[in-house]
């Protein structure tokens, strides 16, 4: 069974940075591309990063391009997200979601990531 | 990197069809055939009901199909269940990046 378990979420201040993990089990977590979404509150779904599944290559949402980072350790199983100059628009649930081209099969249960001062 | 459009609302009856649309640009949904549909249920993660424009992951009713016709994509859900009643997002590939639309909430009066 695919489990994502995402971890790390927090109340920072605005222009704080925090970095979130997503541990992965029950599939060969190296061979497939990784995603982070963000839902702010009350809101829809944001696609905010993607990275290949050696690492190699990562894409980003216009929003976060320049302030967030996504890597991955495939000898352990996690995807990151190091986050940086955070915003109040950055408040929301971060889930990590397995798949390419938005076809999502498999998410976590999400972490929350408060902006606040 | 604009978001696709969806209705902000859509109902039906029990035993009805409904239909959920979301409409982009040639740049994402008119593209390309990787069109995607989510149900996410209160306070739940997204759920993968719709792939590639009409694909059916394993488990999801055949009550769900999905279809495309040049910039819009369609989402209809055939006999309505009071248990579809949930929040629906379509998204897109587009490129270098993933788009989703804005969600669309189906009531099942």
């Known amino acids: 069974e695919v489990q994502l378990l995402e971890s790390g979420g927090d109340l920072v201040q605005p222009g704080g940075s925090l970095r979130l993990s997503c541990a992965a089990s029950g599939f060969i977590f190296s061979t497939y591309v990784m995603n982070w979404v963000r839902q702010a509150p009350g809101k829809g779904l944001e696609w905010v990063s993607g990275i290949s599944s050696n690492g190699g290559g ?9 302030r967030f980072t996504i890597s991955r350790d495939n000898s352990k199983n ?12 950055d408040t ?8 390419i081209f938005g076809k999502y099969d498999s998410w ?3 972490t929350l990531v408060t902006v606040s001062s | 990197q604009s978001a696709l459009t969806q209705p902000r609302s859509v109902s039906g009856s029990p035993g009805q069809s409904v239909t959920i649309s979301c409409t982009g640009t040639y740049s994402d949904v008119g593209g390309y055939n990787y069109v995607s549909w989510y149900q996410q249920l209160p306070g739940k993660a997204p759920k993968l009901m719709i792939y ?3 694909g059916r992951p394993s488990g999801v009713p055949d009550r769900f199909s999905g279809s495309k016709s040049g910039n819009t994509a369609s ?5 309505l269940q009071a248990e579809d009643e949930a929040d629906y997002y379509c998204c897109s590939y587009a490129g270098s990046f993933v788009v989703f639309g804005g969600g669309t909430k189906l009531t099942v009066l």
């Open chain 1, 92 to 99: 929301a649930i971060y889930y990590c979601a397995k798949g």
């Open chain 2, 75 to 79: 989402l209809t859900i055939s006999g």
């Open chain 1, 58 to 66: 990562t894409d980003y949402a216009d929003s976060v391009k320049g």
């Open chain 1, 78 to 89: 996690t995807l990151y997200l190091q986050m940086n100059s955070l915003r109040a628009e």
């Open chain 1, 108 to 110: 976590g249960q999400g």
């Open chain 2, 52 to 54: 590639d424009v009409s």
